[in-house]
């Protein structure tokens, strides 16, 4: 007895220790020695002990914690009878103390939900005894405000816990459990909340009294989670708010037909205080969500009457929606209006034309407050964008009112932004201007919406963009400077800018007029205009915004005017002709590259305007008729022959800028290498001229290799940034010419600099990936561009180079020993994560004969696959599913490829290795991402037929020396262990 009171007490001070301590030493010392007991045989009647006699809270947690560690553990589980005596155990606890520290009773709640969940399917004399949940949990429910409160979250935290997936089992159980539990309980646990809620909502409850508030905040929790319940298993991330749709089974369609339901929750909102009604209103936005098909027409238009309905009564009384999140999930609410119901069925509701007049007003009020709730803006311009987007296939004959309130949205989304340009200024605000994920997200929607009535748009925009920009020029001409009253303008500038791009970019060809595309030509004309202005300023001064905002407009007008697909007639360029003297769309990608370059000369060191600058380049090489176009240019022939850090500075080494070393330069080379692939031909002397700047950076390094004492660090430096250089270069060669003459440059001069290199940095992470990257580009056989002739080895000597790389950087890596946690994926496994991608290239390209390495006693082949199985085995499995690049190098489709062409080098592994690989394909095929279990089960597929082939072999008369010995090996481990296969269901 004494020995059980003494544990009890170390116990209770390692829990105190481990909770309450400010000293980390301490803290890690006790959470060792607690994660010693959990694991302990006498674990079971410790918990018990503590949540019997232990006297703190954080004794009565770590129990709990440790019980459902208990439940969960897939190996040597807990007997039945054990569980169901601790889920009887857990119940009788929580009735016999319903005042439990709140984390105490969440965790014991946790626990039931656990075993409840795990138990699904267990039999006790043919009856399924976990399965009576609501009988179980009934006495609570029929007590006190307390006790029905500790039932509600029970039940709550049950639905929780089989809507949520548990990765260390396969998903497949899980889905079977879920729908087991959805088909027999979950619409029973429905009613009861909804049964509940009315009862309490017709009871005078104190909502003051935090047990009462208690009592309703998790009755309507309980009917969210029932809700949003993941019914037919599709939903792998919650926080998307795509899914729209809440599949709800037929068998709850009475629950929807009758309108007390839905009437229930609009009438707990307008009762309810603002610290409870926003989960009210999250129950609407699912309700309002129900799948379309649970209804016939009728009853959907029925249905959606009653749901506009009860959104008016909110409209017409909106004060609770001054509270953020009353306002918040109000908007989502009314997103969801539209994205489950068409426009056509809106339209001939009873009180449409009010309801859109509220609606309108509503967004315009809210968009003129710029600063409340700016995220929940999202789902008006979502709500808006949808309805214009739909009127061109409305066939009601009811009018949809929209050309009347849409320009009202349009106004003020405009007009509150710009007015905002200037608060924001005076007060030090956060500027929507920096979110760039938030613009585009906002204009994108923008787009759509400002098509409708297009000439009120863009008279609207053209009216304020002069203004703007008149008053930008007065700004400019007053002496002296004023530097606030420019940044206003500049800021309301870079707001229509970016909002020109936007319209543009909603041009939808079916639906647009000459009068329309004559229209952006004078927005397009404006905007060329003020860039002319602001680039005269850049060698003074120049303003980030409106130049990201100007890079915004070009890749819009790029999607709609230029390329193969677009009218050539258009009045877009009639317009340009006209103001500006850019008659053809030669002339117009004259001022891109004009552009280009001078950011690339003025913005170097800015990573954003870089960054959007090269990819504008890189998207205008893209086009079969645009890049041929571009090579004619001066100012592209010009980028061609003049790439040096003089002309652009982000390319220096030595700039102050680090963009030197960012992969933007790949980027910039992919682009010229694609203008000069059209531009060369089979003209090697161009080639050369083109490859000089990188030549002479080469053959400097080479030089400083050369010598015992060299500057490590601008060596480094420059090999990173030729590294990216080239790989944009080899990117951009897809042709056989192009890429032979780039080979025929590398190797074998310049190809032995990147494994010295390798031998040099391995433990720098910023110089090896580089390189790493470059290798995998170059094995690439992208559009078939590595078909070498008959007589040719050029194929085995790019495998060799390859092997070696990984050979080389693979043994360098599996010295390193143990490797701190924080630094695992940059140090180790992004590395091995690229040798991966360079062996699955060079593997599956289909340009080497792998049976001449063993005929001519050549042992490339044979090291890379070594090296590859050796750095396999230095990562966890977890490991390997945890990290996504990882798991798709090495599942999709390396472990395809060698299970399918190289069988015969896995069946010669040692058995550990295969056990390991065997191990990896069964975590693999429970992965919830679909190309690492595809991968698994092809893998699979090529080991059974592997071995199915073997055992045919073996029951065939066959010479001794047919096949190697050791490659039976594979087949005896599993006659061994038929186990592995079985758990395959093979």
């Known amino acids: 007895m004494a020995e059980r009171e003494q544990s009890l007490a170390q116990l209770e001070l390692l829990c105190k220790q481990l909770y309450e301590t400010t000293d980390s030493a301490q803290r890690v010392q006790a959470e060792k020695t607690l994660l010693d007991f959990t694991n302990s045989p006498d674990c079971l009647s410790q918990c018990q002990l503590l949540l019997e006699r232990g006297s703190s809270s954080y004794a009565q947690l770590l129990a709990s914690t440790c019980l459902s560690k208990l439940i969960a553990r897939s190996t040597n589980p807990l007997p039945l009878e054990q569980r169901i005596d601790i889920r009887n155990y857990v119940l009788t606890y929580l009735a016999s103390r319903p005042k439990l520290t709140s984390f105490v009773s969440q965790a014991l709640i946790q626990l039931f939900a656990r075993i409840t969940k795990l138990g699904w399917f267990d039999c006790q004399k043919e009856d399924f005894v976990f399965r009576n949940v609501i009988t179980d949990i009934t006495s609570f429910l029929q007590g006190g405000v307390e006790y029905c409160m500790i039932g509600v979250m029970l039940l709550s935290e049950l639905v929780n816990e089989m809507n949520q997936a548990d990765t260390t089992r396969p998903i497949t159980k899980h889905r079977k459990i879920a729908s087991s539990f959805r088909d027999v309980t979950l619409f029973d646990i429905f009613t009861l909340s909804c049964t509940l809620l009315r009862e309490a909502s017709g009871k005078q409850l104190n909502l003051n009294d935090e047990h009462q508030h208690g009592l309703f905040l998790h009755l309507l929790k309980l009917g969210f989670n029932c809700l949003n319940f993941d019914f037919i298993g599709t939903a792998s991330d919650e926080s998307s708010d795509d899914l729209c749709t809440v599949q709800i089974p037929t068998s709850w369609r009475m629950a929807f037909l009758d309108t007390s339901t839905l009437q229930l929750f609009f009438d707990l909102y307008c009762s309810l205080p603002p610290?409870?009604?926003?989960?009210?209103?999250?129950?609407?936005?699912?309700?309002?969500?129900?799948?379309?098909?649970?209804?016939?027409?009728?009853?959907?238009?029925?249905?959606?009457?009653?749901?506009?309905?009860?959104?008016?009564?909110?409209?017409?009384?909106?004060?609770?929606?001054?509270?953020?999140?009353?306002?918040?999930?109000?908007?989502?609410?009314?997103?969801?209006?539209?994205?489950?119901?068409?426009?056509?069925?809106?339209?001939?509701?009873?009180?449409?034309?009010?309801?859109?007049?509220?609606?309108?007003?509503?967004?315009?009020?809210?968009?003129?407050?710029?600063?409340?709730?700016?995220?929940?803006?999202?789902?008006?311009?979502?709500?808006?964008?949808?309805?214009?987007?739909?009127?061109?296939?409305?066939?009601?004959?009811?009018?949809?009112?929209?050309?009347?309130?849409?320009?009202?949205?349009?106004?003020?989304?405009?007009?509150?932004?710009?007015?905002?340009?200037?608060?924001?200024?005076?007060?030090?605000?956060?500027?929507?201007?920096?979110?760039?994920?938030?613009?585009?997200?906002?204009?994108?929607?923008?787009?759509?919406?400002?098509?409708?009535?297009?000439?009120?748009?863009?008279?609207?925009?053209?009216q304020l963009f002069d203004q703007a920009a008149q008053a930008y020029q007065e700004a400019l001409r007053c002496s002296p400077l004023r530097p606030v009253d420019i940044a206003v303008q500049e800021g309301r500038l870079s707001w229509l800018v970016y909002m020109i791009g936007s319209v543009i970019g909603g041009r939808v060809s079916f639906t647009s007029t000459d009068e329309h595309d004559a229209m952006d030509g004078e927005l397009v004309c404006r905007v060329l205009q003020l860039m002319n202005l602001t680039d005269s300023r850049l060698p003074q001064a120049g303003n980030e915004k409106?130049?990201?905002?100007?890079?915004?407009?070009?890749?819009?007008?790029?999607?709609?005017?230029?390329?193969?697909?677009?009218?050539?007639?258009?009045?877009?360029?009639?317009?340009l002709s006209e103001v500006l003297g850019l008659t053809d769309e030669t002339m117009v990608l004259s001022i891109f590259i004009g552009k280009i370059i001078t950011n690339l000369?003025?913005?170097?060191?800015?990573?954003?305007?870089?960054?959007?600058?090269?990819?504008?380049?890189?998207?205008?090489?893209?086009?079969?008729?645009?890049?041929?176009?571009?090579?004619?240019?001066?100012?592209?022939?010009?980028?061609?022959?003049?790439?040096?850090?003089?002309?652009?500075?982000?390319?220096?080494?030595?700039?102050?800028?680090?963009l030197g070393d960012m992969r933007c330069r790949t980027t910039f080379y992919t682009a010229l290498g694609r203008l000069l692939v059209v531009d060369l031909g089979e003209d090697e002397d161009q080639f050369e001229q083109f490859m000089m700047p990188l030549t002479a950076s080469f053959e400097g390094i080479l030089q400083m290799f050369s010598s015992n004492n060299f500057n490590q660090e601008e060596a480094k430096r420059t090999l990173v940034g030729l590294s990216r250089d080239l790989r944009g270069i080899a990117f951009a060669f897809n042709t056989k010419t192009s890429y032979m003459m780039l080979f025929d440059w590398l190797y074998p001069r310049y190809m032995p600099v990147f494994l010295r290199a390798i031998e040099f940095w391995y433990l720098e992470p910023s110089c090896t990936t580089p390189i790493l990257k470059l290798m995998a580009e170059l094995v690439q056989n992208r559009s078939q561009r590595l078909q070498f002739d008959v007589i040719s080895p050029n194929g085995i000597?790019?495998?060799?180079?390859?092997?070696?790389?990984?050979?080389?950087?693979?043994?360098r890596i599996l010295s390193l020993g143990e490797v701190p946690k924080d630094q695992l994926y940059p140090l180790k496994l992004k590395g091995i994560s690229i040798c991966f991608s360079i062996l699955k290239a060079a593997l599956c390209g289909n340009y080497v004969n792998f049976g001449v390495f063993r005929l001519y006693g050549d042992d490339a082949l044979d090291n890379a696959l070594q090296t590859a199985v050796k750095l396999l085995l230095t990562i966890p499995h977890t490991d390997l599913l945890n990290y996504p690049k990882l798991s798709q190098s090495y599942f999709s489709p390396l472990l395809e490829c060698l299970t399918l062409d190289h069988m015969n080098f896995l069946a010669s592994l040692e058995p550990p290795v295969l056990l390991y690989i065997l191990s990896s394909i069964s975590e693999g095929l429970s992965a919830l991402d679909t190309m690492v279990c595809t991968s698994c089960c092809a893998s699979l597929d090529h080991i059974v037929t592997y071995l199915f082939r073997q055992l045919s072999r073996n029951g065939k008369k066959r010479p001794p020396s047919s096949v190697p010995r050791e490659n039976d090996r594979l087949l005896h481990i599993l006659q061994q262990r038929p186990d592995i296969l079985q758990q395959y269901g093979v």
């Open 275 to 462: 610290t409870l009604s926003p989960l009210v209103l999250s129950c609407l936005v699912q309700v309002a969500s129900v799948r379309r098909s649970l209804f016939n027409n009728t009853e959907r238009a029925k249905f959606l009457s009653h749901l506009v309905d009860g959104v008016k009564r909110i409209l017409e009384n909106p004060q609770s929606l001054s509270d953020p999140n009353n306002y918040h999930e109000f908007c989502r609410l009314l997103a969801r209006l539209k994205s489950n119901y068409q426009l056509g069925e809106l339209v001939k509701v009873e009180n449409y034309p009010d309801v859109i007049r509220l609606i309108a007003n509503f967004t315009v009020t809210s968009l003129q407050h710029w600063a409340f709730a700016p995220n929940s803006v999202h789902y008006l311009l979502s709500l808006w964008q949808r309805l214009t987007a739909s009127v061109p296939y409305v066939k009601a004959t009811e009018p949809h009112l929209l050309e009347t309130y849409t320009p009202e949205v349009t106004k003020a989304y405009i007009t509150s932004r710009l007015e905002s340009v200037h608060i924001i200024l005076r007060d030090a605000l956060d500027d929507p201007l920096e979110d760039a994920g938030l613009i585009m997200q906002q204009l994108d929607q923008l787009s759509t919406i400002g098509r409708c009535e297009y000439e009120k748009t863009c008279a609207l925009v053209v």
């Open 546 to 575: 409106l130049e990201l905002a100007m890079l915004s407009f070009f890749e819009q007008f790029r999607k709609i005017y230029i390329g193969d697909q677009v009218q050539k007639s258009s009045k877009v360029y009639r317009r």
């Open 601 to 658: 000369k003025y913005w170097g060191r800015s990573e954003p305007i870089l960054a959007k600058t090269l990819n504008l380049l890189n998207d205008l090489s893209v086009g079969y008729s645009s890049v041929r176009k571009l090579v004619k240019l001066r100012a592209v022939q010009f980028m061609l022959n003049n790439r040096t850090s003089e002309r652009f500075p982000f390319l220096g080494i030595n700039s102050q800028s680090s």
């Open 797 to 811: 000597l790019l495998f060799r180079e390859a092997s070696k790389m990984i050979t080389t950087y693979g043994n």
